[in-house]
């Protein structure tokens, strides 16, 4: 695990004003890197646009027959998709019957990088789920653990407005610290936190120059 470069305390709120590149540490195995993908931003944002154009965003319906607040959609090899059979990954967009996009470039790059520098060495994504939020939304505490290896870690990439993260520990009913995420962060989590329950709480209404009034995450995984 990368070792931070400035002391930071951990609480219920882990707070940093965005600027440069700073390693805060959240759990054995968990890390924000506040600004890691700040620069590249605009390129990400662009990337959504185009994989949206082919695989549009959508609101999918839980197992218990809820819809999502957040819009979603999938590029790579396999996407994470729920409905009334359940939760899963498959290798088709179920709207249109073709493959998901193929992951970027600019998606790969970033996430080996980002995981190197949590220390997962080697990390090859082949599933991005990327989210969208608007005012209202929330995504409730869960564990992912749909992907076939726990062995990989998580890479997740908030674009556009803050948002407040809630990782919480290995049981749902446990205290959850909450982390302002600002446009280009990037947390990690694999090893002894793989399986640790998170979530983002209701979103608020805003207005970025990247996003308009929309926050956009993208978690990378080794799902196959």
């Given at each position: 695990m990368a070792k931070s470069r400035k002391s930071a305390a951990l609480g219920d709120?882990?707070?940093?004003?965005?600027?440069?590149p700073e390693t805060v540490p959240i759990a054995d195995g968990a890390v924000l890197l506040?600004?890691?993908a700040a620069s590249l931003a605009p390129a990400l944002v662009d990337a959504v646009a185009a994989i949206t154009a082919q695989a549009p965003l959508r609101h999918m319906i839980t197992p218990g027959g809820f819809r999502m607040?957040?819009?979603m959609t999938n590029c790579g090899a396999a996407g994470w998709i729920t409905d009334r059979r359940g939760y899963r990954y498959q290798a088709e967009d179920p709207e249109t019957g073709r493959p998901w996009p193929a992951l970027p470039a600019v998606f790969l790059d970033l996430a080996d990088r980002a995981a190197g520098a949590a220390g997962f060495q080697d990390f090859v994504p082949d599933a991005c789920l990327i989210n969208r939020y608007e005012a209202g939304s929330r995504l409730s505490l869960h564990q992912d653990r749909n992907e076939r290896d726990y062995a990989a870690p998580i890479v997740s990439v908030s674009l556009g407005l803050p948002a407040l993260f809630l990782f919480g520990g290995p049981e749902r009913n446990q205290r959850a610290k909450r982390i302002p995420l600002h446009s280009g962060d990037v947390v990690v989590w694999g090893g002894s936190s793989r399986l640790f329950f998170h979530g983002v709480d209701t979103?608020?209404?805003g207005e970025h120059p990247l996003t308009?009034?929309?926050?956009f995450n993208l978690t990378l995984r080794k799902a196959l």
């Open positions: 709120l882990l707070e940093a004003a965005p600027g440069a506040r600004g890691f607040s957040v819009a979103f608020a209404d308009g009034r929309h926050r």
